[in-house]
């Protein structure tokens, strides 16, 4: 583009039909307004903040005048500006439009509006998703390795942030992280609940916030199921089957059983008794002489057996504990009152952490069912579905399986837990 610099006379400009800030001139009375606008427009920061504003017009004005250069080669502009405001105008005329030139201009706004578009983009790819994870606690080895997972695999996404709580076992802490989680605005929400039910009033407003919800270890009890997307757990009541199953094959189909119940209301406390009740109940020769909840603590698994063995020792066969801790405090107990565990009193119970198969090693416990503990991968694996929209399974099931003494000492040192 060329741009030509000229004076003219005083009797008008070629351009335009009077002077439109001679003193003389009907429009004096806007010399201030004209000078205000030219001042703020033509400044640099008032050309930067405007052209911030009005670059998408900018993009759709060159890119009429790049198609309108089609039907005319050479396009004249003119752009007056005051230099003078005695009985001269300086006029700016903008000669040759080019239609290179224009597009030029247009190609130019489009990559630096792409560039715009492309930082966002980049901003937006290195923004962390933020998990909130309220935990239930630390009361059973099986509870520290499912922390344990969750913590680690978090520190080994680099586009994920955990925040994490821990609600010692009390629900009334888990509905506080997660209000907590959802006033932060986290991206997605994941706990383990300490009991099936009282959860809708506080998913509802997870929901109402559109912070998606992913269950893990256990599941919940409610009437709206798209309060949570998923659920990742084992089967907790095939898990009991598999303990009956195994202590009925092992027992001869005769005995007397004591369960060691895990916190009651909880979701594996119920579906791993209803498991091993249904097994049992077809079984005449075995039968279920007294079941009471240990709340899934080795101190408390202890207590109860204390108890169990003081009111029936002579009567019980089998110990049916609902997870490994319970069972190594119900071995404690029984060596207390005098009898040999895993001979005098045959123990299965369910989780499969490196303590169970120590006592396995050591021939006191007789078997145990596998609840693997590592969800860390699998979780952070199914946020990230859910993040980028895909579909995912409502329930996430876990693979048991069932160890005895027989295959401890081999598998004892691929125990991670």
């Known amino acids: 583009m060329q741009t030509f610099l000229f004076r003219q006379p005083s009797d008008g400009c070629p351009h335009t039909r009077s002077d439109p800030l001679r003193k003389d001139s009907k429009y004096a009375s806007d010399r201030t307004q004209v000078i205000y606008l030219r001042n703020k427009f033509f400044s640099g920061r008032g050309l930067t903040r405007a052209l911030r ?4 017009a900018l993009i759709f004005l060159f890119a009429l005048l790049k198609i309108t250069c089609k039907f005319w080669v050479n396009f004249p502009a003119i752009v007056c500006l005051p230099l003078n405001l005695q009985n001269e105008c ?3 005329s903008m000669f040759t439009v080019k239609s290179k030139f224009l597009s030029a201009l247009l190609q ?17 790819a290195d923004k962390k998703l933020v998990v909130g994870f309220s935990q239930i606690g630390a009361e059973s080895a099986w509870r520290t390795a499912n922390t344990e997972s969750i913590m680690s695999e978090a520190k080994k996404r680099p586009n994920f942030e955990l925040k994490f709580s821990d609600a010692q076992q009390k629900q009334e802490n888990q509905i506080k992280a997660i209000r907590s989680f959802i006033a932060q605005g986290v ?4 706990f383990a609940p300490v009991v099936e039910t009282g959860w809708e009033p506080v998913l509802k407003e997870a929901k109402k916030a559109g912070i998606p919800v992913v269950l893990t270890d256990r599941s919940i009890d409610v009437k709206d199921d798209s309060l949570f997307v998923t659920v990742i757990s084992s089967d907790f009541k095939e898990e009991g089957r598999m303990a009956a199953n195994w202590l009925v094959k092992k027992m001869g ?9 895990g916190t009651v209301g909880s979701a594996p406390a119920n579906d791993r008794m209803a498991g091993f009740a249904e097994v049992i109940s077809k079984t005449p020769g ?21 108890a169990f063995l003081k009111s029936s020792g002579n009567e019980i066969n089998a110990v049916y504990a609902h997870n ?3 069972a190594i405090g119900a071995i404690q ?19 499969g952490v490196k303590g169970a198969f120590e006592a396995m090693a050591a021939g006191k416990l007789n078997a145990t069912v596998e609840c693997n503990p590592l969800l860390g991968p699998v979780l952070f694996d199914t946020i990230a579905d859910v993040k980028a929209g895909k579909t995912v399974p409502k329930r996430i099931v876990v693979k048991d399986e069932i160890f005895t003494q027989d295959t401890a000492k081999k598998e004892l040192p691929n125990r991670l837990y």
């Open 53 to 56: 504003i009005f670059i998408p």
């Open 90 to 92: 300086e006029v700016i």
């Open 108 to 124: 130019g706004s489009v990559i630096l509006s792409s560039l715009g578009l492309l930082g966002g983009a980049a901003a937006a």
């Open 187 to 190: 991206d997605a929400i994941a």
């Open 253 to 261: 189909g005769k005995g007397n059983i004591v369960e060691l119940q």
């Open 286 to 306: 075995m039968k279920i002489i007294k079941t009471q909840s240990g709340d899934f603590n080795r101190s408390k698994g202890k207590e109860v057996m204390e």
């Open 324 to 326: 490994d801790d319970m």
């Open 333 to 351: 107990a029984i060596e207390s009152y005098g009898k040999k565990p895993g001979k005098d009193i045959i123990l299965v119970s369910i989780d």
